[in-house]
């Protein structure tokens, strides 16, 4: 592989976005989200579009979404904010001297896709929060890796955006930009009188000395396992009940990571699962707000019952779990930072870092319901979606 070029790409606006230039202060949901960069890798068969073309997109893309074109930054009391001053998005091309079918196989990379993204900065501040690497193998096709931080946008707004992205480079002079919903404020508006009801300061928080042990990154290793629609469909007919196919797969990986693990029959196990809050929280937030709003749910069983128990019964104690992230849990969440904010406290979030061990816990993220097959750049969607390989022992993610 070889790097031909980095460019800082700025969108041009025939007027200034109205956010242009403010601190957009991080919500409660902000700083609750992983402290990182996340990486994605979509892979396009030939014939694909221009790197030209790509970047003439991603500007037209970007420009309704100013905060992935800022830089964190903290203000004189320490609190993070996105300063929207359009220093850009990072942009990388690259070329590779093999074609696309020799080095992806049955949807896969022979090799790590480490490669084949951006750098991950070592510092959050002053970088672009949105860096792209444009891989262009021989044979024509290309492979788009990309990092966010999880900081400016959670998974859901970054689905949106590579389907806006996508959209650009298809209709070209015909693309009419979006206007999402971009008040992060209105998302996290606290009672008169704030009153949390529930324990999050060791739900979503904790103390900075609770943070879990880490150990070598090069001691986790990423396994990738392909779960056939038949395997699906035969799953949910274990449940013996109506269930998603994100609940049947989380039961059968807990019930087989459990027995992996040969924990203790009395020890009790739990699964951070993520949870999309924007049509929970009342009034409900569009779901074109680009930003944060997840928060978790933590079903909870000791590992004699994850293992004894029908598939219906431990999808029961998944979809119970994560029922009780409704409304008043979501009010509760935003009084519990509005009253740590006004205390000055440092709230650390329980989300892992690099290296964690999990074990005896699951922490468990779903891109089922990501609109990947709509990244459609002209030429069909992606022939394939990476994951990235990302150091944490216990963490699952669903992938298309």
């Not at 892979?43 to 030209?52: L, T």
């Not at 991603?58 to 320490?78: E, F, M, S, T, W």
């Not at 966010?148 to 070209?172: I, L, P, Y």
């Not at 779960?227 to 699906?232: I, R």
């Amino acid at each position: 592989m070889e790097i031909t070029s980095r460019t800082m790409l700025r969108p041009a606006y025939s007027a200034l976005h109205t956010l242009a230039g403010e601190n957009m202060p991080l919500t409660v949901f902000d700083r609750v989200a992983i402290d990182i960069f996340i990486p994605t890798v979509l892979a396009y068969a030939a014939p694909a579009p221009s790197n030209e073309v790509l970047k003439e997109g991603l500007l037209k893309a970007v420009a309704p979404y100013p905060h992935l074109a800022g830089r964190l930054a903290v203000d004189d009391q320490g609190r993070r904010f996105i300063h929207l001053n359009n220093e850009g998005v990072l942009v990388v091309e690259a070329t590779v001297p093999a074609d696309l079918s020799e080095v992806l196989v049955d949807g896969r990379m022979a090799a790590g896709v480490d490669d084949l993204y951006p750098t991950i900065p070592e510092e959050n501040f002053g970088v672009a929060l949105l860096q792209i690497q444009l891989n262009r193998y021989r044979c024509g096709g290309v492979v788009i890796g990309i990092t966010s931080h999880h900081h400016a946008a959670d998974g859901h707004s970054m689905s949106t955006f590579f389907t806006t992205w996508a959209s650009a480079v298809r209709e070209g002079k015909d693309f009419v930009a979006p206007s999402p919903f971009l008040d992060r404020a209105a998302t996290a508006v606290p009672r008169s009188t704030p009153a949390p009801e529930f324990d999050h300061r060791s739900l979503e928080f904790m103390d900075a000395h609770d943070k879990k042990p880490v150990v070598p990154m090069n001691r986790i290793k990423n396994l990738a396992v392909h779960f056939t629609a038949d395997f699906v469909v035969d799953l949910k007919a274990r449940v013996g009940s109506r269930c998603s196919t994100f609940q049947c797969l989380l039961a059968h990986v807990w019930k087989k990571l459990t027995a992996a693990r040969d924990l203790n029959p009395e020890e009790f196990t739990k699964v951070r699962v993520a949870v999309n809050c924007r049509g929970r929280s009342d009034p409900p937030v569009p779901m074109d707000f680009s930003g944060n709003m997840v928060l978790w749910a933590f079903p909870r069983l000791q590992a004699r019952d994850v293992l004894s128990w029908s598939y219906g019964g431990v999808v029961g104690a998944i979809r119970d779990a994560v029922a009780c992230i409704d409304d008043e849990y979501v009010q509760s969440f935003v009084d519990f930072g509005d009253v740590a904010d006004a205390n000055g406290e440092e709230l650390v979030a329980t989300a892992a870092d690099a290296g964690t061990m999990l074990c005896p816990d699951m922490e468990v993220d779903s891109w089922l319901g990501f609109k990947f097959h709509q990244i459609d750049l002209g030429t069909g969607p992606p022939s394939a979606f990476l994951p990235p390989d990302l150091p944490v022992e216990g963490l699952i993610i669903f992938v298309p």
